[in-house]
């Protein structure tokens, strides 16, 4: 499912993790970001012990939300040795996502 990362943790799970990390910011109540859901959870099972997949409530976590300027949701911020290397706004087909994790491998 995704580790579920908030203000507190994210520099220990995202920014010092060994392996690249996919972060999905997400709210409950954003219809698109349930439509990830799935691909996500898919993503976090097939490439698990190659990538980490964490989680982002942005309705609980407001000041990573706002320290990456994140304005829409879904978005996915893809971290290499603790930096941002990709970005993906918006529902997109599981290829796309898995294109970008595969580039960073």
Known sequence: ????????????VVLKSPRPVLV???AEWCGPCKMMLPIVEEIATEFEGRVDVAKVDVDNSPAISARYGIRNIPTILFFKNGEIVDKQVGAVPKTTLVAKLDALL
Do not use: R, S, Y
Request: proline letters at 0%; aromatic letters at 20%; zero cysteines.
């Open 1 to 12: 499912m995704g580790i579920a990362v908030n203000d507190v943790n994210f520099e220990e």
């Open 24 to 26: 999905d910011f997400w």
